[in-house]
Nanobody, 125 residues
Framework: VQLQASGGGLVQAGGSLRLSCAAS????????MAWFRQAPGKEREFVAA????????YYANSVKGRFSISKDDAKNMVNLQMNSLKYEDTAVYYC???????????????????WGQGTLVTVSS
């Protein structure tokens, strides 16, 4: 499985960005797809997740109401629409995939099996 994240950049506070994660190398019907982020000097944290089959969606409280995760079945992509960005959203954002048939942890949080390379989001205040 390969995950390729894109869409990061520099944006002013209050602005928007859309991140995309292109997934390949498997069929993803039994996967949970997620976005995590890691700010400088901080631990990596969960942002949002979507269950590929059924579309169950989960958000961290810090992004609920501002971020929206979605999937594109035809393109095997997972997107993260980020609105009303804040300075504290600055981080490297990673997409991740978890095979739900190989784990007992079927919720949106870790551990995840595959990780993309990360894309930097910088929000200027």
């Amino acid at each position: 499985v390969q995950l390729q994240a894109s869409g990061g950049g520099l944006v002013q506070a209050g602005g928007s960005l859309r991140l995309s994660c292109a997934a390949s190398g498997s069929t993803f019907n039994n996967y949970m797809m997620a976005w995590f982020r890691q700010a400088p000097g901080k631990e990596r944290e969960f942002v949002a997740a979507i269950r590929w089959s059924g579309g169950l969606i989960y958000y961290a409280n810090s992004v609920k109401g501002r971020f929206s995760i979605s999937k594109d079945d035809a393109k095997n992509m997972v997107n993260l629409q980020m609105n009303s960005l804040k300075y504290e959203d600055t981080a490297v954002y990673y997409c991740a995939a978890k095979d739900l048939t190989r784990t007992k942890v079927v919720g949106p949080r870790g551990p995840y099996d595959y990780w993309g390379q990360g894309t930097l989001v910088t929000v200027s205040s």
